[in-house]
T-cell receptor, first 112, second 114 residues
Framework: QKEVEQDPGPLSVPEGAIVSLNCTYSNSAFQYFMWYRQYSRKGPELLMYTYSSGNKEDGRFTAQVDKSSKYISLFIRDSQPSDSATYLC????????????FGAGTRLAVHP | DAGVTQSPTHLIKTRGQQVTLRCSPKSGHDTVSWYQQALGQGPQFIFQYYEEEERQRGNFPDRFSGHQFPNYSSELNVNALLLGDSALYLCASSPQGLGANVLTFGAGSRLTVL
């Protein structure tokens, strides 16, 4: 079993839809949770970063962490065609080094 | 401000050959990590360099080695290439301390092994 599970999709939605992306994990030591966006032929770029449980909002993006269920989510409101990309969840423990464990990524397509 | 730069962007090698990939970190960053991303998969941690020392390593064989130079730039070397080494190799840099969770990735070097 992988430490981080993420549905690879693809997920296709119309412009303006609310998108929900999710990851589950098995290692209870994970404390830091991130979402990265990766466009084709590009490196991942950090979207959201959350420490421990709770919600964090940044513009159209909301990240949620439920440590009791070992489940994290990213919501995208009013989705745009420019949001079409692969979304990777990533996480790590509280140790001093920042080795990240990534999910496989969910490919999202937002069509006009 | 240039971000993380990697070279070459694409390369093709044959089985058994050796390859060297290069990375220049973002200005102000002193820690460099390397990740391997196979097609359709998330990045997998190879190793991390700080102060010219390898300080953490993922589950990769000794064929994968690296180096960090005094200017914080880094190289990833892979010997005795296998078909399974075909992947996008990503370099990520970060500052020390509280900013360590914020990794800045380069666009990657796409390696094809024939």
């Amino acid at each position: 079993q992988k430490e981080v599970e993420q549905d690879p999709g693809p997920l296709s939605v119309p412009e303006g839809a609310i998108v929900s992306l999710n990851c589950t994990y098995s290692n209870s030591a994970f404390q830091y949770f991130m979402w990265y966006r990766q466009y084709s032929r590009k490196g991942p770029e950090l979207l959201m970063y959350t420490y421990s449980s709770g919600n964090k909002e940044d513009g159209r993006f909301t990240a949620q962490v439920d440590k009791s269920s070992k489940y994290i989510s990213l919501f995208i409101r009013d989705s745009q065609p420019s949001d079409s990309a692969t979304y990777l969840c990533a996480m790590r423990g509280s140790g001093g080094y920042n080795k990240l464990i990534f999910g496989a990524g969910t490919r999202l397509a937002v069509h006009p | 401000d240039a971000g993380v730069t990697q070279s070459p962007t694409h390369l093709i090698k044959t089985r058994g050959q050796q390859v060297t990939l290069r990375c220049s970190p973002k200005s102000g960053h002193d820690t460099v990590s390397w990740y391997q991303q196979a097609l359709g998969q998330g990045p997998q941690f190879i190793f991390q360099y700080y102060e010219e020392e390898e300080r953490q390593r993922g589950n990769f064989p000794d064929r994968f080695s690296g180096h960090q130079f005094p200017n914080y730039s880094s190289e990833l070397n892979v010997n005795a290439l296998l078909l399974g080494d075909s992947a996008l190799y990503l370099c990520a840099s970060s500052p020390q301390g509280l900013g360590a969770n914020v990794l800045t990735f380069g666009a990657g070097s796409r390696l094809t092994v024939l």
